[in-house]
């Protein structure tokens, strides 16, 4: 049974604590929800995957190899491979991090600089954008836009996805289960069962696609 996850209400912040919940994972990608109480950090450390660091609330200082950047609510930063890292919160803070298993790079957007993923793709009157970030053999991952009114029929993907919901609401349905979604929900689409979504007003969401089951 699926069920929507509040990115920010489900993951409470503990006293002098770092509290973290793995979300999904797959053959090219893991996200988790980290939960930093004030004054926590992240030691230096250097991956060899590229990853999409996003602030759900709060606020965090990043030292992104010799640069230092603050991501406030709302805001992400793609740190690629490689770089060392640091990451301090100063405020109670919920943080959303994406690591890409394999050496795929993220196309279409910014690196080393901080950006409001929402903001990253656009609304166009009338119509549905989907703005392709990641793809290879094993999933895929995108950012689309809905102008009101949009709707998808239903239909099925061979492998679960994860949608996370950036702006607006939604109304999402999984076999003969109803969901609405707002911003700051997510829920997985488990594979190869049908489903379908409508757009009242306009509506964002960061979809992670596999291709196969996780």
């Known amino acids: 049974m699926s069920q929507i996850y509040n990115l920010d209400k489900d993951t409470k912040i503990v006293e002098k604590s770092v509290v973290s919940k793995r979300l999904f994972q797959n053959k090219n990608a893991s996200v988790d929800i980290y939960a930093f109480d004030e004054g926590e950090e992240l030691d230096h450390e250097m991956l060899f995957i590229d ?38 919160f100063t405020k109670k803070t919920k943080y959303l991090l994406i690591d890409f298993k394999e050496n795929v790079m993220i196309d279409h957007l910014d690196k080393a600089s901080v950006f409001s993923l929402a903001d990253a793709v656009s609304y166009e009157s009338g119509k549905i954008v989907s703005k392709t970030l990641v793809k290879n053999e094993n999933g895929s991952m995108s950012l689309l836009s809905f102008d009101k009114d949009q709707e ?63």
């Open 51 to 88: 990853s999409l660091a996003f602030v759900i609330d709060g606020e965090a200082q990043l030292e992104y190899s010799e640069k230092q950047m603050k991501l406030g609510r709302d805001e992400a930063c793609l740190i690629e491979a490689k770089t060392w890292r640091k990451l301090k």
């Open 152 to 214: 998808l029929s239903t239909h099925a993907a061979p492998g679960d996805a994860l949608l996370i919901a950036l702006d607006g609401e939604l109304d999402l349905k999984i076999a003969d289960e109803s969901f609405h979604l707002v911003k700051g929900d997510s829920i997985v689409l488990p594979g190869k069962i049908p489903h379908g979504l409508k757009v009242k007003d306009k509506f964002k969401m960061l979809l992670i696609v596999t291709k196969d089951k996780m």
